[in-house]
């Protein structure tokens, strides 16, 4: 079974602090992504990779950055967290080997901004 | 308009009733079409997988794609409270499979 985990599963943190939100995965997936979802809202993607080294932006537009040093590690981060940036992240992998439609999805966190 | 629109519910069922979850689109490049249930405070999980028309079961599930009027469906038959769920619909459209669309997902509760 698929093996992809985020820290910290809820974070409440102020307006202005740098924060960033671990996605560690054990499967040796070369794809990985990042979605963000609000309530009774569409999963929108904010960040891809392909691979270590690769990042592309997704179809939302987002102030968050993120790094892909080794293959089972995508960390998102913030720079200077806002109210706005309050939602749930959500990070999954696939293998593009395998069936092509399959995301492994983590837990997610739950950001709030006051 | 969005691309894929899901009636968000909530629906609310007794043990044992059928299930109708459906989605509409508007691009007609869809070629792959995925359920995904997800758990309160979880991640999405895939359910089914649908290339082009036609249907699909997998025991109590069953997921049809009728690509001429847009319009993709699951059924489950019956439902139980473990089954009660947000289902979320996703499709793409070849070479852009790495990008799925999603639609909100309706909220099913199914009482015993």
């Known amino acids: 079974e698929a093996d992809i985990y985020q820290t910290p599963r809820y974070l409440v943190i102020g307006t202005g602090k740098k924060i960033t939100l671990e996605c560690s995965q054990t499967?040796?997936?070369?794809?990985m992504y990042w979605y963000q979802q609000d309530p009774g809202m569409e999963l929108h993607l904010i960040h891809y990779?392909?691979?270590?080294?690769?990042?592309e932006k997704g179809d939302l537009s987002s102030e968050s950055t993120v790094s892909r040093i080794r293959t089972e590690h995508f960390p998102l981060t913030l720079e200077s967290a806002r109210p706005s940036h309050t939602s749930q992240y959500l990070c999954?992998?696939?293998?593009?080997?395998?069936?092509?439609?399959?995301?492994?999805f983590g837990s997610g966190t739950q950001l709030s901004v006051l | 308009q969005k691309e894929v629109e899901q009636d968000p519910g909530p629906l609310s069922v007794p043990e044992g009733a059928i299930v109708s979850l459906n989605c509409t689109y508007s691009?007609?490049?869809?070629?792959?079409f995925m359920w995904y249930r997800q758990y309160s405070r979880k991640g999405p999980e895939l359910l089914m997988y649908?290339?082009?028309?036609g249907n699909k079961e997998d025991g109590r599930f069953t997921a049809q794609v009728d690509k001429s009027s847009k319009y993709i469906s699951l059924f489950i038959r019956d439902s139980q409270p473990s089954d009660s769920a947000t289902y979320l619909c996703?499709?793409?459209?070849?070479?852009?499979?790495?990008?799925?669309?999603f639609g909100a997902g309706t909220r099913l509760a199914v009482h015993p």
């Open positions: 649908t290339y082009s028309s």
């Open positions: 499967m040796g997936h070369d794809k």
């Open positions: 999954a992998s696939r293998d593009g080997t395998e069936s092509r439609e399959k995301l492994f």
């Open positions: 996703a499709m793409a459209n070849p070479p852009g499979y790495n990008k799925l669309i």
């Open positions: 990779s392909y691979g270590v080294n690769s990042t």
């Open positions: 691009n007609s490049a869809f070629q792959y």
